[in-house]
């Protein structure tokens, strides 16, 4: 009877609020609108629709900005002198500033992106994503070797990104780990989809 009783509350409740209840096999599910809430697992039986979710897209093309490297080893930001190489085509909980980009929610999103440049034959390139916050490498660093100044190269990485605090900063960065060749970039794509809290 207490049971029944709780049961009789909770739907009376949820007319108040404007949620259902459905109960099926012991497993209760609670929607309000198109939300489910719930406490414990969800079974999906079909397709999934998600509304929104953090990300963000962009790049740049038919670009000549010069990476110049002074220091073997040493990162340099993707940039121009302007701060406008990179063009976001989409952000929902990002925003650019400077050509960085800033993740206005603290989480863990993967990254993608491919880098398009020309360098010296043979000369080893890296890149990474950078958090300026914390001064870390995110994930692991992508290389490739020059081709020549009329042959095109590809640095292509994705990265499991961290971002640790709210409005994280982080920036795309190479470096030459042969000497001080300077690299030009060319073309450029990403893309950053929020994972989890």
Same mark, same amino acid.
Request: net charge negative; proline share 0%.
């Given at each position: ?41 969800? !079974? %999906? @039986?079909?397709?999934? =629709?998600? *509304? ?5 897209? &962009? ?71 950078? !958090? %300026? @916050?914390?001064?870390? =490498?995110? *994930? ?5 070797? &020059? ?51």
């Amino acid at each position: 009877m207490k049971k029944l009783i709780i049961i009789i509350f909770v739907i009376c409740s949820m007319g108040v609020f404007g949620q259902n209840l459905f109960l099926n096999d012991n497993n209760v599910k609670i929607y309000r609108g198109d939300s489910v809430l719930l406490e414990g697992n969800l !079974d %999906v @039986n079909g397709l999934l =629709t998600i *509304g929104e979710i953090r990300h963000a897209a &962009g790049g740049f093309q038919d670009s000549s900005v010069l990476i110049s490297i002074s220091v073997q080893g040493d990162y340099y930001q993707v940039a121009n002198a302007t701060g406008d190489l990179w063009q976001v085509t989409d952000l929902d909980g990002f925003s650019m500033s400077g050509d960085t980009l800033i993740v206005d929610n603290a989480g863990h999103y993967v990254a993608l992106f491919v880098l398009t440049f020309t360098g010296t034959t043979n000369v080893e390139y890296h890149a990474r994503i950078f !958090d %300026v @916050n914390a001064a870390t =490498t995110e *994930g692991f660093t992508v290389a490739e070797t &020059g081709r020549g100044s009329t042959n095109y190269s590809k640095l292509v990485g994705a990265i499991y990104v961290g971002a640790e605090t709210d409005n994280d900063r982080f920036v795309l960065e190479v470096s030459n780990e042969s000497g001080t060749q300077d690299m030009t970039v060319v073309h450029a794509n990403f893309i950053i989809l929020y994972l989890h809290s």
